[in-house]
């Protein structure tokens, strides 16, 4: 399944107006009950003490594996995050009339692992500079976000953004264009994208980073 766009095949690169967007449906798409690798359930309810956070960084099935890898992760799913349509399909978003981007949730142990690790990943992971896309995949549904569910996730965030943003300046790249928010719903995408690069061996995945590091363990900023 090829994943890249170009200009002649109306990807979107504008953000749809919300009265504009497909309806989409009341019921939420059917997904598997255990993750592929880590065998543990993609739906709540998650272990008691677990958090959970959610990544944009292009390609869905790339970015899933990158988070699934990352020592301390619970499970990780990927879905449908920061539109307007309820419970959206993979063709609905990928004609940039839902506001979704394509985006993972991630759930991880507090115990084993930080927030600011899993920052870490997610601005080394890409290329937060990009705007409406991703390397050769264009359109709404691969921008770059990261949204936060805690006071405490928002400081973290901010602060690895302030600092990666630095980096970025001193190698030449332009402003991060990562959209930043409160998390909103997360709507499961179908169970063939889940863990997709696990059954699928070969399958695409067109995410890259810069090459650069992110500071992570700096003092809040004042």
Known sequence: MMRFFDAMSGAKSQMIDPADALP???EPLPVPASHLVLG??????FPEGSETAVFGMGCFWGAE??????????????????GTTPNPSYEEVCS???GHTEAVLVVFDPSQTSYEELLRVFWEGHDPTQ????????????????YWNS???QAALERTHYAFQIVLNDAG??????????????????????????????????IG???????TGIAELG
């Open 24 to 26: 989409g449906r009341d």
């Open 40 to 45: 543990n359930p993609l739906e709540t309810p």
């Open 65 to 82: 594996r990158m988070f699934w890898q990352t020592p301390g992760v619970w499970t990780t799913a990927v879905g449908y995050a920061g």
């Open 96 to 98: 940039g009339r839902t």
């Open 131 to 146: 705007g409406m896309r991703q390397g050769n995949d264009m359109g709404t549904q691969y921008r770059s976000v990261a």
């Open 151 to 153: 006071q405490e996730q």
């Open 173 to 206: 790249y332009g402003p991060i264009t990562t959209e930043l928010g409160e998390a909103p719903t997360f709507y499961y995408a179908e169970h063939y994208h889940q863990q997709y690069l696990e059954w699928n061996k070969n399958g695409y995945c067109g």
């Open 209 to 215: 980073g810069t090459g650069l590091s992110c500071p």
